[in-house]
């Protein structure tokens, strides 16, 4: 019966503790870190030794001391995460026995009101999924660090809505419309028309001018009517004769001027044979 037992417990001595060995060895470090993150995104250092070769993903976990609401994301090398599908997280190349570190990218992102009350001391962790998904809460829990997180909780803005008063019925104003201006006719001017006078005209109203005061003045002799009626008529004939005479003058100069042109006329005709 000894024997037997102890076959047992060399057998689970062999086979159970290098599984264990294998599952527990893995190792995961965050060496350098901010001591206080505000709503600017930050950057850590981080280690992880001990795990099998394949690609891994590290997720940055806020929270609080003693709560499992956590919060933050994470920069994949492309985009923000912070959702629950692990191959969305930073991937890393392990190789077994090879340590990898380098430097991964987290911030606080939007919180609940749950997940983040406000100013004050949390915890940060690094979890690590395997190419399968799976994660250990211990193994993250192990490398932990304390953290202050200084980012004010927003204040929610109450909306208050206007309680709607009575509607009042306005009553329409009437246009009036406007009475048409009426517009002055136009008048027309009548400008004089001047005639046009003559100098006989002139001297046959003076000369009646000066009968017509003659007559009111008093009975004129038949002397005086002769020389009235004498002197009215020598204007006349005195034009009279001046045109005969600028006449005559112009008739002969037109005929001696035709005349020394035929002359001309004959003389270069002449020299011409």
Do not use: C, H
């Given at each position: 019966m000894k024997a037997r037992v102890s076959f047992v417990l060399a057998l689970f001595f062999l086979f159970y503790f290098p599984f264990i060995k294998t599952v527990f060895a893995v190792s995961v470090t965050i060496s350098d870190y901010p001591s206080t993150v505000t709503e600017n995104s930050f950057t850590i250092t981080a280690s992880v030794s001990g795990a099998v070769t394949g690609t891994n993903y590290l997720k940055i976990d806020l929270f609080k001391d003693g709560s499992e609401n956590y919060f933050g994301e994470t920069f994949n090398n492309?985009?923000?995460?912070?959702?629950?599908?692990?191959?969305?997280?930073?991937?890393?190349?392990?190789?077994?026995?090879?340590?990898?570190?380098?430097?991964?990218?987290?911030?606080?992102?939007?919180?609940?009101?749950?997940?983040?009350?406000?100013?004050?001391?949390?915890?940060?962790?690094?979890?690590?999924?395997?190419?399968?998904?799976?994660?250990?809460s211990s193994?993250?829990?192990?490398?932990?660090?304390?953290?202050?997180?200084?980012?004010?909780t927003p204040t929610p803005t109450v909306t208050s809505?206007?309680?709607?008063?009575?509607?009042s019925t306005s009553t329409p104003t009437p246009t009036r419309t406007p009475t048409p201006t009426?517009?002055?006719?136009?008048?027309?001017?009548?400008?004089?028309?001047?005639?046009?006078?003559?100098?006989?005209?002139?001297?046959?109203?003076?000369?009646?001018?000066?009968?017509?005061?003659?007559?009111?003045?008093?009975?004129?002799?038949d002397e005086e009517n002769v020389l009235a009626a004498a002197s009215a008529k020598k204007p006349d004939t005195l034009f009279q004769k001046l045109s005969v005479a600028l006449g005559i003058v112009f008739i002969a100069a037109c005929a001696i001027l035709t005349f020394r042109i035929i002359k001309k006329g004959e003389l270069i005709q002449d020299e011409e044979e």
């Open positions: 492309a985009d923000w995460y912070g959702g629950s599908t692990y191959s969305q997280y930073f991937p890393i190349s392990v190789q077994s026995g090879v340590t990898w570190s380098g430097n991964l990218q987290g911030r606080v992102g939007s919180p609940s009101s749950t997940q983040y009350d406000g100013t004050g001391t949390y915890k940060m962790r690094l979890r690590r999924y395997t190419s399968g998904g799976g994660y250990t193994e993250a829990n192990n490398n932990a660090v304390v953290v202050s997180i200084v980012i004010p809505t206007p309680t709607p008063g009575p509607t009426n517009t002055p006719t136009p008048k027309l001017s009548v400008s004089p028309t001047l005639s046009k006078i003559s100098p006989t005209d002139i001297l046959k109203e003076s000369t009646q001018s000066g009968l017509a005061t003659s007559q009111t003045g008093g009975v004129l002799s």
